[in-house]
């Protein structure tokens, strides 16, 4: 017969409320009647009824994150990092995390969030890749469902967000590669809807206006965050003349498809043409030449923003509920050839 909470009042001479509210965290119990509790618990071999906590309490200790992505599978290293650091700050804090992946902008994917809002299924979501109207964002906030997200939004309402300054690093990648002698600068951006975007763009065009060079137009370009976008966007700017002489990704996947249409074009990529991407995924140092690129710590932002929502959760005031960090500038041979 499995061991109840009744077998262990006995044990430990308290009441059944008691031993009930010690084994679920409650800090009305004095520590030293907690860790008694705890330790028969443990000795007794006793099992709680996961499912009958939760209803008591009306929560599933379930996280949902809906992942925006084309196709049954998502190929981006990125997400695969934010989707650890997020799973095993759950796992860390004893919730479960609920993964579905939909296209973004679809009906699929709002669905998807209005499923698991009315139905209940989870306590809290977590967003990433904001958009600069995000439908997401506000149904969350109209339905009061905790959420934190990766990225900021011009949505109306305050919400928890982590979020890496595109703007300072935008920055940063054009002067060095003005630096380096560059006058003639592409960017390959992501998507125009996605609230990052703006802010990248925003950081090159500050940084050529400062050096007092001129953005052409035709060398600003959108992709949409695979590698083949990025070969795409960036064989239609070397096809230019002039062509440019470098070429900003709007993330290192995008980037390696730019490295692969250059090396069609008959360039060698760090001598002829120099290419920088953004986030420092593993594969970044390994590519040939090594990317150039702008490190953010996407474990970590999965588990802070994890942590942030677990907090809301459990009635906890944010001390620093708007996170802004700062990228690294990384420079490899993509930009500057070994000598």
Same mark, same amino acid.
């Given at each position: 017969m499995p061991v109840t909470l009744r077998d262990i009042a006995e044990k430990v001479g308290y009441s059944i409320t008691t031993v009930s509210r010690a084994l679920a965290g409650y800090d009305d119990v004095a520590e030293e009647t907690r860790r008694l509790i705890l330790q028969t618990a443990q000795e007794m071999g006793y099992h709680p009824?996961?499912?009958?906590?939760?209803?008591?309490? /009306? @929560?599933? #200790?379930? *996280?949902?994150?809906?992942?925006?992505?084309?196709?049954?599978?998502?190929?981006?290293?990125? %997400?695969?990092?934010?989707?650890?650091?997020?799973?095993?700050?759950?796992?860390?804090?004893?919730?479960d995390l609920l993964v579905a992946t939909h296209p973004p902008r679809s009906a699929n994917e709002l669905h998807a969030y209005r499923r698991l809002v009315r139905? /209940? @299924?989870? #306590?809290? *979501?977590i967003?990433?890749?904001?958009?600069?109207?995000?439908?997401?964002?506000?149904?969350? %906030?109209?339905?009061?469902?905790?959420?934190?997200?990766?990225?900021r939004s011009e949505v109306e309402g305050d919400f928890p967000w982590v979020d890496v300054d595109g703007e300072a690093g935008l920055v940063q990648v054009t002067r060095h590669l003005i630096q380096q002698g560059h006058r003639r600068i592409a960017i390959i951006l992501p998507p125009a809807d996605l609230m990052f975007s703006r802010f990248?763009?925003?950081?090159?065009?500050?940084?050529?206006?400062?050096?007092?060079?001129?953005?052409?137009?035709?060398?600003?370009?959108?992709?949409?965050?695979?590698?083949?976008?990025?070969?795409?966007?960036a064989r239609r700017l070397l096809d230019q003349h002039p062509a440019p002489t470098?070429?900003?990704?709007?993330?290192?996947?995008m980037a390696i498809g730019a490295i692969r249409?250059?090396?069609?074009?008959?360039?060698?990529?760090?001598?002829?043409?120099?290419?920088?991407?953004?986030?420092?995924?593993?594969?970044?140092?390994?590519?040939?030449?090594?990317?150039?690129?702008?490190?953010?710590?996407i474990y970590e932002i999965g588990r802070r923003l994890c942590r942030m929502l677990i907090a809301l959760l459990r009635g906890e005031t944010l001390e620093h509920p708007h996170v802004l960090l700062q990228p690294e500038l990384v420079i490899r041979q993509s930009t500057v050839p070994e000598a």
């Open positions: 009824n996961i499912p009958a906590r939760q209803l008591q309490r /009306r @929560r599933t #200790d379930t *996280l949902g994150f809906v992942i925006a992505t084309f196709g049954p599978r998502f190929s981006d290293p990125f %997400l695969s990092e934010l989707l650890a650091g997020i799973g095993n700050e759950a796992a860390r804090h004893e919730f139905g /209940r @299924r989870v #306590d809290g *979501l967003i990433t890749r904001t958009r600069v109207h995000d439908e997401r964002i506000a149904y969350l %906030l109209e339905q009061k469902v905790p959420f934190a997200t990766f990225g990248r763009e925003a950081g090159f065009r500050r940084a050529m206006a400062e050096s007092e060079l001129p953005v052409q137009e035709a060398w600003v370009t959108w992709g949409d965050l695979t590698e083949q976008g990025g070969y795409q966007a470098a070429i900003i990704a709007g993330n290192d996947v249409a250059a090396r069609e074009h008959g360039l060698t990529v760090g001598r002829e043409i120099a290419i920088a991407g953004f986030d420092d995924i593993p594969m970044a140092e390994h590519t040939t030449p090594p990317l150039t690129t702008l490190r953010q710590p």
